[in-house]
């Protein structure tokens, strides 16, 4: 079974950055897409970024420009730099394993989830 643990959260002020990590375990994780989603309360978890196993990169609209997903494949892990934070970007951020090129916007697409770290960003 697959762990994935973020850590890397916290509160920052507005215009500040964060990197945020997930270690993820098992001996498969360079076969395998990644991504970030994040939720607020009420609202369905929203994908920011992604990468698939060959670093090919997408974002969310709303973080195009500021946030950056990269991945290291002999440590297991993969980031996401956060810049230029404001505060509607406060939210609980999770890493997920899977999607594919045609499924990838979706939560339900990925299969495994870590436990999620919180961004607080204050104006």
């Known amino acids: 079974q697959v762990h994935l643990t973020e850590s890397g959260g916290g509160s920052v002020q507005a215009g500040g950055s964060l990197r945020l990590s997930c270690l993820v375990s098992?001996?498969?994780?360079?076969?395998?897409?990644m991504a970030w989603f994040r939720q607020t309360p009420g609202k369905s978890r929203e994908l920011v970024a992604r990468?698939?196993?060959?670093?090919?990169?997408r974002y969310g609209d709303s973080v195009k420009g500021r946030f950056t997903i990269s991945r290291d494949n002999i440590k297991n892990t993969v980031y996401l730099q956060l810049n230029s934070l404001k505060p509607g970007d406060t939210a609980i951020y999770y890493c997920?394993?899977?999607?594919?090129?045609?499924?990838?916007?979706?939560?339900?697409?990925?299969?495994?989830w870590g436990q999620g770290t919180q961004v607080t960003v204050s104006s």
């Open positions: 990468i698939t196993w060959d670093a090919k990169t």
């Open positions: 997920a394993r899977g999607g594919s090129s045609t499924e990838y916007s979706s939560p339900a697409a990925y299969d495994s």
């Open positions: 098992g001996r498969t994780f360079s076969n395998y897409d």
